[in-house]
């Protein structure tokens, strides 16, 4: 095309158009011209279909000049759209993507990550390109499928599990690339986070699994005496009251059971994602104790506490959930604070400390005790933490049972039956909860002497502003 090519001017008057309304036009003329119709009429209509003419000639004119000239902008502005670096596409993927390189196959340790995103870069805790692949990848299955893209040009795939107490599950896809001019191989390894849906598999199969077990003493206690009350006790009132009584205690821990079930599934649901509210800790604890006033009094235990000033004790969570796990400690250090004789008499002492560090909530307050970690969180490093403890006057816990505690429905020995009966439960949500919360889990126990859980939440950082301030 010339230089002067304009490429609106190639867009011309649609002259066909013209051509035929002006002789149209000009044949009506000559008929009544020449005498074979109404003169006055054919020369009205001559007028009419030629100005229509030229008018609808015109206005596909100007449509197409219009759409010619966006289509001019648009091919003018692709070139400069195309110039995005396709590694800033890549930099904004949600996934990991990383380009791996390697010389020998026989140097293992040779293989090297040339880019990696930033969802990578987060991920594996990779500090630059050039790092070497097996500081950040040691799985065996996805170095074997990353080597095969490498030197054998075959695309594969893997599972991968991060480990650690938030686990996260990926899938690992490899393709090979082109080999570079200097002689190195590449091989594109992108990981697709199967977290949720793990998660929700294996909440469905626990559901099913543990519904069923738990669910059918109760509902067979139900079904025997529901028989029974049908047969023999049927006329007999002091039976009925009593297998009545019996029953409905039945019905309400099959409710209890089933409350704490979807309870525990909502939260393992939504585990790997951390909250971020902020919750004054002392506040929530007092709101607790003044709920469980009434029981505690019934069962003859006093509660005392030792909190810092409100506004001090503030941490990284959820209300509602950071409340669930201050009643489920405080009600099973209630519970068991009784004497093995079942007289009421004991005490519960709660006390919440501020900014310390994951040890110094762990220490020993009796030297001869037991201490066990059931959760510790991932996070490594100077952090500080809220810690909350709860120690009851009970029996206390034998060594052995300590490493169980936390698990589903595990109740120990000579506790599975009688007025202290649970649902095995309670534990388990507490450390879900906490292992949202990025937070820790700890029992010490001395057998006669009483039982402490100490649960501890990151600080917020409002919290260590204040702090600060104070030092300042």
């Known amino acids: 095309m010339s230089p002067n090519a304009n490429p609106i001017r190639r867009s011309r008057l649609p002259w066909r158009a013209v051509v035929a309304g002006s002789a149209g036009a000009g044949a009506l003329l000559f008929l009544a011209i020449t005498g074979q119709a109404n003169r006055g009429s054919a020369v009205l209509l001559a007028l009419i279909v030629g100005g229509l003419t030229l008018y609808l000639s015109l206005r596909g004119y100007r449509e197409r000049r219009f759409d010619q000239a966006s289509v001019d902008r648009l091919v003018q502005s692709r070139p400069q759209e195309a110039q995005t670096p396709f590694s800033e596409i890549l930099e904004s993927l949600p996934d990991p993507v990383m380009v791996i390189a390697a010389q020998e196959a026989d140097d293992v340790a040779g293989r090297r990550f040339i880019f990696a995103n930033a969802a990578a870069r987060e991920f594996f805790r990779i500090q630059s390109s050039g790092a070497l692949l097996v500081t950040a990848i040691r799985n065996p299955k996805i170095l074997e499928v990353v080597d095969e893209a490498l030197f054998g040009g075959v695309a594969g795939e893997a599972a991968y599990d991060s480990g650690g107490a938030q686990d996260r599950y990926l899938r690992a896809l490899t393709r090979p690339l082109p080999v570079r001019p200097d002689g190195s191989h590449l091989a594109l390894l992108m990981m697709r986070d199967e977290t949720d849906a793990r998660r929700n598999e294996r909440m469905r199969a626990d559901f099913l699994a543990n519904a069923s077990h738990e669910l059918r003493t109760p509902l067979a206690s139900l079904t025997g005496f529901i028989e029974t009350l049908r047969g023999h006790a049927k006329e007999d ?33 939504n585990e790997h994602i951390a909250p971020d509210g902020c919750i004054d800790l002392a506040q929530a604890v007092s709101d607790v104790i003044d709920a469980m006033s009434p029981l505690s009094r019934e069962n003859g235990i006093q509660i005392q506490t030792a909190m810092p000033p409100r506004g001090e004790a503030l941490v990284i969570g959820d ?55 059931l959760l510790t969180p991932d996070q490594t490093g100077e952090e500080l933490y809220v810690y909350l403890r709860i120690n009851d006057s009970g029996p206390g816990i034998r060594r052995e049972y300590l490493p169980r505690l936390a698990e589903r429905f595990y109740r120990i020995e000579g506790q599975k039956s009688g007025e202290r009966s649970g649902t095995g439960l309670g534990l388990a949500i507490v450390k879900h909860i906490m292992n949202r919360h990025r937070g820790g889990l700890a029992v010490e126990s001395l057998e006669g002497e ?5 649960v501890y939440f990151p600080i917020h950082s409002k919290a260590l502003a204040a702090r600060q301030a104070r030092v300042l």
């Not at 009251?241 to 649901?269: H, K, P, V, Y």
């Not at 519970?335 to 519960?348: N, T």
């Not at 009483?450 to 100490?454: L, M, T, V």
């Open 450 to 454: 009483g039982a402490a859980f100490i």
């Open 237 to 269: 009132p002091v039976a009925r009251d009593r297998f009545l009584n019996i029953m409905a205690t039945q019905a309400d821990r099959m409710a209890r059971l089933i409350d704490d079930l979807l309870s525990l599934s909502r939260i393992e649901l």
């Open 319 to 373: 209300r509602d959930q950071i409340v669930q796990v201050v009643q489920n400690l405080i009600d099973n250090a209630v519970k068991y604070s009784r004497a093995r004789d079942g007289s009421v008499s004991g005490s519960v002492i709660v006390e919440c400390g501020v900014g310390v560090s994951g040890d110094a909530a762990l220490a020993l307050r009796k030297p001869s005790a037991s201490r066990l970690s």
